[in-house]
């Protein structure tokens, strides 16, 4: 009788233990999800409908005051066409100059589900903070979940002046 009262007793714990296990999980499951959610409306907020279309090219600045070597974040003004409006909107770009100073510009979105990534210099990539991903200086995947490159603006320099065009979609890798 003491044996059987004593297996009940440990089978009750062990359930309540699975019972808690499992609400944690479904709760933490849940925040990381209201996580993702939000950060990728805030990243749409501050960086523009990815819906609306470039419309040419815009100045973002003189080439002389970015650095070869680390990714530098630039931003500058930009018209996009939104359906029947033509809207004039801040936009960011990664800018990478290397060492024969040829210039590569990626768009700041993530090619997950669109959040601001940053370059996180010690490591020398950069890191999405929504879901994980990380690309290297080229902007090739170096972890998931994204499983395309970072997409590049067309890209030209003209009398010190560096141009940003329409953003080109990267190809899965
Ligand atoms: S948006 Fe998911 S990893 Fe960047």
Redesign the pocket.
Known sequence: MRLKNAMEQTMRKSNGINRRGFITGAICTLASLMG?VF??SV?TYLLGNPQAEDTGWADAGDISDLQPGAPQQVSFSRSREDGWRLQNERATAWVVIDDHMDVTAFSPR??????A?HWQANRKEFV??????VFGEDGHVVS???DRPLDRYAVKVDADRLWLGPIERAKNS
């Open positions: 993702g950060a990728t990243s993530c090619t997950h589900l669109g959040c990534y999405c903070p929504c879901h994980g991903s998931g979940p994204a």
